[in-house]
């Protein structure tokens, strides 16, 4: 992940995730994420790896 702009108090951000890639033999996701501020400036972008667990009932 990279941070290239801080966040302050009352900024507005929309965060982005796009699966890039799932693992067929294990549940490992690959994903690429970006958030971005009110002005449409990246404050965060990158590559992250998740191990998804399944849901549990209530």
């Known amino acids: 992940m990279k941070f290239s702009k ?4 009352r900024d507005t951000v929309t965060g982005r995730v796009v699966v890039e890639s799932v693992r067929e033999d294990k549940p ?4 690429e994420v970006e958030v971005i501020n009110q002005k449409g400036e990246i ?5 992250t790896t998740t191990y998804t667990m399944p849901l549990k009932k209530a």
């Not at 801080?6 to 108090?9: D, F």
């Open 6 to 9: 801080g966040v302050l108090v």
């Open 43 to 47: 404050c965060l972008s990158g590559t």
């Open 28 to 31: 490992i996701c690959t994903l």
